[in-house]
């Protein structure tokens, strides 16, 4: 009985310890050599555990790759937000940028020619006049006057699309530069003048040329000022080609648009 009493101490003991140590070895399971150790005991003193802590060992492998995949995911949707946010501040800086290089276009154009800026939305098209004209959200009530030029920006020029043809309280209707009707003095890049025609569509004629002018494919026309409505330097378009008329001792020339304002909606009217 005795004996029996000490066995059962010792188991009791045994226990005790393997207890302690377990406790011990869970506080401490980050460090690698521990670990080593607590798995080198479990497998000596239980070698039947090894079938319980397989499976166990497992669950806490996918537990942990689990971890790290949410950590993955969490800090990839963190790092898509902050580009989001980046790129909606570049855009906010090329807008500002774009902003101010109108706005110092508009001062410019206002000093260089003495004159307000109207600005004004292109409200509506009529699809049989496509070339002819289009209405703008100006009119009297604003100081939009008849025959005031209508112009538009493409980078720092400063292009002619048409002029006021007919004046309301509140729109305008706009006769385009390639309209049947539209005339304009114009001038080439060696300073030589003519007369622009619209021609219902986007390629236009520039007539009355001097038989002398050296004209070349890509040729910038601008107004050259003359006739008493349109400012000298506004840019009309590129030459597309030209041709020298038989009986005649005057050139033709062929421009290209290169404004689009049915593409765009707002424009500038030109006030003196």
Same mark, same amino acid.
Request: hydrophobic letters at 45%; aromatic letters at 10%; a positive charge.
């Given at each position: 009985m005795k004996q029996r009493t000490v066995e059962d101490k010792?188991?009791?003991?045994? !226990?005790?310890?393997?207890?302690?140590?377990?406790?011990?070895?869970?506080?401490?399971?980050?460090?690698?050599?521990?670990?080593?150790?607590?798995?080198?005991?479990?497998?000596?003193?239980?070698?039947?555990?090894?079938?319980?802590?397989?499976?166990?060992?497992?669950?806490?492998?996918?537990?942990?790759?689990?971890?790290?995949?949410?950590? !993955?995911?969490?800090?990839?949707?963190?790092?898509?937000k902050e580009i989001e946010s980046l790129n909606l501040e570049y855009k906010d800086i090329d807008y500002l940028k774009a902003e101010n290089a109108s706005l110092k276009e508009t001062m410019r154009i206002r000093q260089y020619y003495n004159a307000d800026?109207?600005?004004?939305?292109?409200?509506?098209?009529?699809?049989?006049?496509?070339?002819?004209?289009?209405?703008?959200?100006?009119?009297?009530?604003?100081?939009?006057?008849?025959?005031?030029?209508?112009?538009?920006?493409?980078?720092?020029?400063?292009?002619?699309?048409?002029?006021?043809?007919?004046?309301?309280?509140?729109?305008?209707?706009?006769?385009?530069?390639?309209?049947s009707n539209f005339r304009c003095a114009a001038e080439l890049s060696d300073g030589s003048l003519g007369v622009v025609k619209g021609n219902n569509e986007w390629i236009i004629k520039m007539e009355y040329i001097s038989p002398n002018a050296n004209i070349s494919k890509g040729d910038e026309v601008y107004t050259s000022g003359t006739g008493g409505i349109f400012p000298s330097g506004l840019f009309i378009g590129r030459v597309s080609d030209s041709d020298t008329l038989k009986f005649s001792i005057a050139k033709e020339a062929y421009i290209e648009a290169d404004y689009y304002p049915q593409n765009s909606k707002y424009v500038y009217v030109l006030k003196k």
């Open positions: 010792r188991t009791i003991y045994i !226990l005790i310890i393997l207890i302690a140590s377990g406790l011990l070895l869970i506080l401490v399971n980050n460090i690698e050599y521990v670990r080593v150790y607590k798995n080198l005991m479990v497998r000596v003193m239980f070698p039947s555990s090894r079938l319980v802590m397989y499976p166990l060992d497992k669950i806490d492998r996918a537990c942990r790759e689990s971890g790290k995949l949410l950590s !993955l995911y969490s800090e990839n949707k963190r790092l898509k800026l109207i600005p004004a939305t292109i409200i509506s098209h009529y699809p049989e006049e496509y070339f002819a004209s289009f209405n703008i959200s100006k009119g009297k009530k604003d100081g939009v006057g008849k025959d005031m030029p209508v112009i538009g920006v493409i980078g720092t020029k400063w292009v002619l699309l048409g002029r006021i043809d007919e004046v309301y309280d509140d729109f305008s209707r706009v006769i385009l530069i390639t309209a």
